[in-house]
Nanobody, 126 residues
Framework: QVQLVESGGGSVQAGGSLRLSCVVS????????MGWFRQAPGKGREFLASIMWNGIRPHSSDSVKGRFTISRDNAKNTVYLQMNSLKPEDTAVYYCAADTKNTGISQWTLSTPDYWGQGTQVTVSS
């Protein structure tokens, strides 16, 4: 069993930055890919970024490319999402997710990960 716990959410003004963290326990973290999604009120869950088990091929979706960056520290069993130039439309619950199957896909769908965190709220005010 894999457990994912996000932290780092909160309230920030437009133009600000936040860094989300996700600590993973239960299995060998450095064996699988990690990703981030978000879900805004009344909307579906949206893929944001993914990174391979060894830290190569970090990938961001077009909607956040240039503003959001995913990284990981395998020694700390942690994956990060650095979010810069935040906008009010970035307000959402942010989820980290694990792909223990290592599908090799960069642009994840909802069916790619097999484990999810509980989410952390990010609120961006104008």
């Amino acid at each position: 069993q894999v457990q994912l716990v996000e932290s780092g959410g909160g309230s920030v003004q437009a133009g600000g930055s936040l860094r989300l963290s996700c600590v993973v326990s239960g299995r060998t973290f450095n064996n699988y890919a990690m990703g981030w999604f978000r879900q805004a009120p009344g909307k579906g869950r949206e893929f944001l970024a993914s990174i391979m088990w060894n830290g190569i091929r970090p990938h961001s979706s077009d909607s956040v490319k240039g503003r959001f960056t995913i990284s990981r520290d395998n020694a700390k069993n942690t994956v990060y999402l650095q979010m810069n130039s935040l906008k009010p439309e970035d307000t959402a619950v942010y989820y980290c997710a694990a792909d223990t199957k290592n599908t090799g896909i960069s642009q994840w769908t909802l069916s790619t990960p097999d484990y999810w965190g509980q989410g952390t709220q990010v609120t961006v005010s104008s």
